[in-house]
């Protein structure tokens, strides 16, 4: 059963969109016409781990028509990603300006349960990949050669694909088989920081990132809300 969450509306969303858009096309009308007046792009790499709300992921369980549940453990996603941060400011304590990125991650699990008094068993097995696309606005300091920190939000678009087997039975008979393969999509808003310290030829760091949305699907699977925070080793070098 869902508990009580807070639960993001379609409203919220596309404000979310359209404050980050119309920020952008302010901060790119009024920067610094000279690309020489500002800091070079920074471009960045990461590894981590995605961690969503199993609450929301209703499609990581199998019920049997007794009640036995089989649970794929899901929840957690390994990814990797780059993104690229731009100052739109002339040099200063602090850069300011637009970013974007993509993080790709998958996981798959499978589970298997006593069902019908121990006569047969059920079954789910459960593969999906999430590629995230971002673009938002970031603040980043720059008065220190060491340390610096940053922290970034805007609106994201999540691509995917979700495959999942779910069978209860014996090998004389099953009450149900389910096979399903269907697409992904998914919007919302993120928000990060960071820190980051100078190494030779670069900076390292560790950061965490939120993300809150909804995802659709292409077949039978229920619509569900996305909640999920990130955490990440980074490096950063400029371009």
């Not at 637009?98 to 008094?117: H, M, Q, T, Y």
């Not at 090998?171 to 992904?184: K, L, N, Q, V």
């Not at 909804?214 to 980074?234: I, P």
Request: aromatic residues 10%; hydrophobic residues 45%.
């Amino acid at each position: 059963m869902k508990g009580h969450s807070m639960k993001v509306t379609r409203g919220q969303l596309s404000s979310v969109w359209s404050v980050t858009l119309i920020a952008a096309v302010v901060c790119l009308a009024f920067a610094p016409a000279a690309r020489a007046e500002r800091r070079p792009a920074t471009g960045q790499v990461f590894i981590g781990m995605t961690v969503f709300d199993e609450d929301e992921l209703d499609f990581m369980d199998a019920v049997s028509v007794d009640g036995s549940r089989a649970h794929a453990d899901i929840a957690k996603m390994p990814m990797v990603g780059l993104a690229g941060q731009l100052p739109l400011n002339k040099p200063g304590a602090f850069d300011f300006g637009v970013e974007s990125g993509v993080l790709i991650g998958c996981a798959s699990d499978s589970d298997r349960a006593p069902a019908d008094n121990a006569k047969g068993v059920v079954t789910v097995d459960v593969d999906w990949r999430i590629t995230d696309l971002f673009f938002g606005l970031f603040l980043r300091s720059s008065g220190c050669d060491t340390t610096r920190v940053y922290a970034g939000a805007g609106p994201m678009l999540l691509l995917g694909r979700l495959h999942r087997d779910a069978i209860e039975g014996n090998p004389a008979w099953y009450t149900f088989e389910e096979e399903r393969s269907e697409g992904i999509f998914g919007y919302g808003a993120y928000g990060r920081a960071g820190i980051e310290f100078n190494i030779e030829n670069g900076w390292l760091g560790v950061g965490v990132r939120g993300m809150l949305g909804e995802m659709t699907f292409g077949g039978d699977t229920d619509d569900v809300d996305v909640r999920a925070l990130q955490g990440m080793l980074t490096y950063s070098s400029a371009w």
